[in-house]
């Protein structure tokens, strides 16, 4: 049981530190001023949603794999985790996606989390025994969708959605950061369209 | 030679015989026949009193459990006699993973009087990498006599090896016609230095130093024979 | 010289020499196949050697998951021969194994393979018959997924990794029977017993030298062949196959390993590796730096090379006598960079003589992690360092190297139960003697395996020997125990490296007559070998001893 406890812990401040990781690309975010930020656009709100898609997530990709934006039109996104993992979407420039892989990866790495994934620090494993005893409110990643306003963690079998308003930028990706998973091409363009009041 | 080939052709023939009617499935051969035949010495003598031209040729067919060996050595004095030869043929059995249980026979054609033994002996890797064979001989006088290789590799570099090699020969009884006494009858160090332009040829150059013992030394005193002698050696060891 | 290869159309299947196709839409094909006597200069002088349709390797069979399979195989050559389809669910009766599945093909005679590709990924086929494979007759098999792939590349190459020698492959094994170190050219001389002296001391040293001495085994014993040339996809070296890419493209790399004797250690300088396939089956993507694949195993890895430049893919045998290399570039005109310097021959320590079962307890799920960056300069002696293994791999640049306990299927694996009972095979040998066996027992000598159809059984390696053994199962994936339960991942081909234990759980689900042995050529051609039966109602009392005791 020594084994159980130790595992435990490592998943907990996984999370913990995947928590901080989001709330730090969220303080990024939230900053004032930077017209990186601007082009990207910023959350948006439920009463100015122009449209709403549906995206599913799976392992390890997403369905659609390219959408067309227009800047300054706000999009709820209604997300799906159809696969066996946990899976991201998240917003942004391949290079600020690039950073935040590198975060996750370099939290793995000092975890020294031999073969974890997502998905068992998530206690979705069947074979990660005994997480189940956990009080699973306190594993919610839900506060992350707050705190890291362009990015969300769904777990498998599960919805999630995200609201944004579109910038100008037109080299935005949404992607899925989880280890691996960009790299295996678990990311989609957003093509820009143009400004929405030309249509 | 052709006395050998009569005394043992019938159990060659049983022999081989074992050796192909030994199961083999089709689609592994892991009951092949290979073979090999080596000389570990072919060399020259350059003695203090004579030189010689000497063989120690050793060679084997079968399967990794059943082998026929055939192993021959000897010696000619550069312008004189055929002063040694003697050849054995054995059937060698794997008895362990790094020993074989050999028996057969041997046959000596010099010196004179030709005499056949029956054999039975070890052969196989010693621990600390000792390539040793012990082996018994029964001679058809009914004498029985023992003999003790050893050799060792010391690698210099990957293809320049130095071979110490060591052996003693012992009578269980006094053979006045060999001039044997019983006892230890001799003894032979020999140190090879050989350098392997392929794994199967290699020229090599050495000394070799013998020496008889005992009652056989004494043997030799009483004859005004030489009891110990050293040579420098040169020569190639092959095989295929 | 550069050959320059344009990528293959990821969902149109590519047929090449002269394969020839019936029906794409009808989700059945024909393919047409002849074994052949061919010369080939590939190491350097001109030798003869065994193709099909001519070539070394064969052409690549494309299929489509689903499609109905009809292969006519014409033996050219003037003995028997066979193909077979390796890591394929088929029917016995089309596994291609002489003795076992068939009776072989006849010279001058041809053979028809019909079956149903009811699976996807990367795989290959080769000859099974004596040792032809390492003659030449081997190729690379892909079968295209009939569903969405769970990754997503803009180019996909295979990279069919090879040893050629020019040696006759039945000479290689007179040789080895004769003297078994014939190929050892890496041995531990007077030099070397001086170097251990002045690093780690003369009693550690001479105590070091008595531990092997009384095995009669050597630290050295990494490869049993050498003298080969590695191959890319045919290329030797200087030829370096070479294939294109325009940055930022995501790359599929199908590996295979289809070798007779030799492991590689693969790394592609200045990119990163993401696996996502291990013998066809789809694993949870990991990123790498470097994976070592053994003898018969495929990795499929995906790169995203992003700078304008030529990146080379070095496949370094584990007995560091050489690279297979071959070459990604954006444009045809860049320079390849020169080849590394070789890393320097890895020593075997008594950890790999599973003589610390206890370090050792960790195997395939164990992270070797710790290993990495470990100083072989401090290996050769029985001090602290000792009970580290010598043969672990590391990566080159002191990154991520690839474990078993990474892997794990992508998907849950739908028949994951507990096993029913457990088979301990115990690999064994005799370097000295060369030849191989499981349990003490050569194949000739050996009891089939017997399997009861649809029971669960765990199949426990144990390897006593001194060298890693490539195990391959015919018919029936073996899912390896890397402790992730369901998602341990499914494997046709499981390396057991030296003194280490492994399991694997198999359902038998395949009636019939099948193959189970080490994919080193000539350890199978020794002895390595067993074959299973799977029926209906076996002879019990033969289910309860152990295998071939």
């Not at chain 1, 017209?35 to 009463?47: C, L, S």
């Not at chain 3, 560091?320 to 290399?325: D, L, N, Q, V, W």
Request: charged fraction near 25%; hydrophobic fraction near 40%; proline fraction near 4%.
């Amino acid at each position: 049981m020594k084994n159980f406890t130790n595992k435990t812990r490592q998943s907990l401040t996984a999370i913990g530190l995947i928590m901080a990781l989001g709330l730090g690309t969220g303080y990024a975010l939230a900053s004032p001023g930077g017209n990186h930020n601007d082009a990207i656009g910023k959350p948006g709100q439920e009463a100015t949603v122009d449209r709403v898609i549906e995206i599913s997530l799976d392992d390890n990709y997403f369905d659609p794999e390219s959408i067309e934006i227009r800047s300054g039109e706000t999009i709820k996104f209604i997300l799906s985790n159809q696969g066996d993992g946990l899976h991201e979407f998240n917003l942004g420039t391949p290079e600020m996606h690039e950073a935040h892989q590198e975060e996750m990866a370099e939290m793995m790495e000092s975890m020294n989390m031999d073969g974890m994934d997502h998905g068992s620090m998530m206690g979705m494993d069947h074979d990660s025994m005994g997480m189940s005893n956990m009080d699973k409110g306190n594993m919610e990643m839900g506060g992350m969708e707050h705190d890291s306003p362009n990015s969300v963690f769904v777990q498998p079998g599960e919805q999630a959605e995200l609201i944004w308003t579109f910038g100008e930028a037109d080299n935005l990706e949404f992607a899925c950061n989880v280890p691996g998973h960009y790299d295996s091409g678990m990311v989609g363009a957003f093509k820009q369209a143009g400004p929405a009041d030309a249509s | 030679m052709t006395m050998n080939v009569k005394a043992t052709g019938p159990a060659t023939l049983l022999l081989m015989a074992a050796l192909l009617t030994s199961s083999a499935r089709a689609e592994v051969s892991d009951n092949a026949i290979h073979y090999l035949i080596q000389a570990e010495e072919f060399e020259y003598r350059y003695g203090e009193d004579q030189d010689s031209l000497n063989w120690d040729i050793q060679g084997w067919v079968g399967t990794d459990e059943n082998k026929a060996w055939l192993k021959t050595e000897g010696e000619k004095i550069l312008g004189g006699d055929l002063e040694s030869a003697q050849a054995q043929l054995l059937y060698s059995r794997n008895i362990s993973d790094f020993f074989d249980l050999q028996a057969g026979l041997r046959q000596d054609f010099k010196p004179e009087p030709e005499r056949t033994f029956a054999v039975l002996g070890f052969q196989g890797l010693a621990p600390q990498w000792f390539e040793v064979n012990l082996a018994s001989f029964l001679s058809d006088d009914g004498d029985l006599s023992a003999r003790v290789e050893a050799e060792y590799e010391l690698l210099l570099t990957q293809k320049l090896v130095l071979q110490p090699s060591l052996e003693v020969n012992a009578a269980f009884q006094e053979v006045p016609n060999q001039e044997l006494g019983s006892g230890f009858n001799d003894l032979e160090l020999g140190l090879r230095l050989r350098y392997e332009i392929e794994r199967e040829f290699a020229p090599y150059a050495g000394l070799q130093w013998e020496r008889k013992l005992g009652e056989t030394a004494d043997m030799a005193r009483a004859e005004g024979e030489e009891v110990s002698a050293t040579a420098l050696v040169a020569g190639i060891s092959f095989w295929f | 010289m550069s050959f320059l290869n344009q990528a293959k159309p990821v969902a149109a299947a590519l047929f090449l020499g002269s394969l020839s196709l019936a029906s794409l839409s009808a989700k059945a094909g024909i393919y047409n196949l002849t074994i052949d006597e061919v010369m080939t200069d590939i190491g350097g002088e001109l030798r003869p050697a065994m193709g099909i349709n001519g070539q070394i390797p064969g052409p690549e069979l494309r299929f489509r998951e689903g499609e109905e399979i009809t292969l006519n195989v014409t033996n050219n050559l003037e003995e028997d021969s066979s193909i077979h389809w390796h890591g394929l669910i088929l029917p016995y009766q089309m596994d291609g194994v002489p003795g076992i599945s068939f009776d072989g093909i006849k010279p001058g005679e041809t053979f028809t393979y019909k079956f149903t590709a009811n699976q996807n990924g990367t795989y290959w086929y080769h000859s099974h018959s004596g040792l032809q494979e390492q003659a030449g007759v081997y190729g690379p098999l892909v079968i295209d997924a009939a569903k969405r792939e769970p990754f997503r590349v803009d180019r996909d190459y295979t990279i069919l990794l090879s040893d050629w020698t020019n040696e006759d492959p039945n000479d290689v094994l007179a040789n080895l029977k004769k003297q078994s170190d014939y190929y050892n050219y890496g041995q531990r001389t007077v030099g070397d017993f001086f170097e251990d002296v002045a690093q780690i001391g003369l009693a550690e040293t001479i105590s070091d030298r008595v531990a092997w001495g009384n095995m009669r085994m050597t630290p050295t014993d990494i490869a049993d062949v050498s003298g080969y040339t590695f191959l890319v996809n045919g290329r030797n070296p200087d030829q370096n196959w070479t294939g294109l890419f325009k940055p930022g493209e995501r790359v599929r790399l199908r590996f295979i390993n289809g070798s007779a004797m030799s492991y590689f250690d693969v790394r592609i300088p200045g990119l990163e590796m993401t696996v996502v396939q291990a013998d066809g089956n789809n694993v949870k993507p990991v990123k790498v730096d470097e994976f070592r694949i053994a003898v018969a195993e495929t990795y499929d890895v995906i790169v995203r090379p992003k700078e304008d430049t030529a990146y080379q893919i070095l496949a370094e045998s584990i007995d560091r006598t050489g690279f297979a290399r071959a070459t990604l570039t954006a444009e045809e005109t860049t320079a390849t960079p020169a080849l590394p310097k070789l890393r320097e021959r890895p020593l075997l320590t008594m950890a790999d003589m599973g003589m610390d079962h206890g370090a050792m307890e960790m195997d395939a799920k164990g992270e070797t992690g710790d290993m990495a960056g470990m100083d072989h300069s401090n290996m050769a002696g029985m001090s602290g360092d000792a009970m580290k293994s010598g043969i672990a791999p590391e990566a080159a640049n002191g990154g991520k190297i690839l474990v078993y306990g990474d892997l794990k299927s992508l998907k849950a694996v739908e028949d994951y139960r507990a096993p029913e009972r457990e088979i301990e095979l115990r690999l064994t040998g005799n370097m000295e003697r060369y030849y191989w066996s499981i349990n003490g027992i050569k194949y000739s000598d050996a009891d089939p395996v017997k399997l009861a159809y649809g029971e669960r059984v765990r199949i426990k390696f144990v390897n006593e020997t001194m060298m890693s053994h490539p195990m391959h199962l015919h018919g029936m994936w073996m899912q390896l125990d890397t402790g992730k339960g369901e998602f341990n991942p499914l494997k046709h081909t499981v390396n057991v490296p030296p003194g280490q234990t492994l399991t694997v759980d198999v359902t038998a689900d395949a009636l019939g007559e099948w193959a189970f042995h080490c994919h080193l050529l000539y350890h199978m051609a020794t002895g390595m070998f067993r074959k299973v039966v799977v029926e209906e109602t076996p002879d019990l009392s033969s289910l309860t001893a152990p295998v071939g005791e």
